[in-house]
Structures are given as C-alpha cells and as structure tokens.
C-alpha cells in the first residue's frame, strides 16, 4: 500500500499530474495494482491491497443515566 501512499503524495506535489492521463498514473505501480485500478473494480483493488471492504465506525455515547438519577433525588430531597 506504501506505492499507493507515494504516488498519491506526488500527485498533491505536483499539479502537472492533476490532469494526467491513467496510463502515466499507473506505470508507476504494480501491474495487479494497476489492473485494478484501471478496471475501477473495488473488490480487485481490496485483494491486492490487503484491504477489508467491510469496515465500520462508530460512536458510542456516554451513559448519562447516574446523572440523572441524582437530579431527581435532589428534587425529591428538595
């Protein structure tokens, strides 16, 4: 994934790349890589790189039920 990494830093350095054509993009890379790059297929892309597909974040919230049981006995001592 570090030649994934490497090309994509030298696109941001170099603007001339920005509009650059795909076969002067992927002759840098791997052929696997660039196979599936340029067949814009995500599972090829995954098992070349090693990559799961099925990824998810999360937040879990904080539990605010201890800080609410002391309001209410505050107001029931009130």
């Known amino acids: 994934m570090s030649t994934v990494i490497s090309l994509l830093e030298k696109i941001g350095k170099d603007a001339n790349l920005r509009y650059a054509d795909k076969t002067t993009m992927t002759e840098q890379l791997d052929p696997a ?5 340029l067949a814009g297929s995500q599972e090829q892309l ?28 505050m107001f029931k001592a009130g």
Do not use: F, M
Not at 33 to 37: F, K, N, Q, R, V
Not at 54 to 61: L, R
């Open 46 to 73: 995954a098992a070349v790189l090693g990559a799961r597909t099925n990824v998810i974040c999360g937040v879990h919230a904080a539990e605010e039920a201890d800080e609410q049981e002391e309001i209410t006995s």
């Open 33 to 37: 890589l660039a196979a599936a790059i």
